[in-house]
């Protein structure tokens, strides 16, 4: 995992390019739409996959994770220049760097933590655990829907 200056960094770059990109409209009135310490609008898109995110959530992390990596698939399809590719050796990693940084502010927006506090949230053995658990269903899936279309 990258440092935390890195990873700083990185989403730093993802907030403006978010907000470079930023779909101008009306957000639903019950949704913040800013992430407290960065004061930046959040992408409709974006506090739209919150909102799915945190239904989910309801049920269990495994199905947040699995709403975060469809929507985040999407996404990228929608803005490929939301991926930092100058940090990152591929594609793939530049997607987990995207997808981390949208878990931390996830759990910013959602529960109104503090950066730190997303991070070591994000860091925590079990997320991890959870996370890849996650990301094995979720290209299962893919995997599936790639047989039948055959």
Do not use: C
């Amino acid at each position: 995992m990258a440092s935390l200056n890195k990873q700083q960094k990185r989403a730093k770059r993802a907030k403006i390019k978010a907000r470079q990109i930023n779909i101008h409209g009306r957000k639903p009135a019950a949704l913040d739409d800013d992430l407290g310490d960065i004061g930046e609008p959040i992408p409709e898109y974006t506090l739209a996959m919150f909102s799915k995110m945190r239904d989910a959530e309801a049920t269990s992390r495994s199905d947040m994770l699995l709403t975060l990596l469809s929507d985040l698939a999407q996404i990228i399809s929608d803005h490929p220049e939301l991926l930092d590719m100058e940090n990152a050796d591929n594609e793939a990693m530049a997607a987990t760097h995207l997808a981390a940084d949208m878990l931390i502010d996830y759990r910013m927006w959602a529960d109104g933590m503090d950066r730190d506090a997303a991070q070591a949230w994000l860091t925590d053995p079990q997320f991890i655990t959870d996370f890849g658990d996650a990301l094995d269903s979720y290209r299962q899936s893919l995997d599936a829907q790639e047989e039948k279309a055959e």
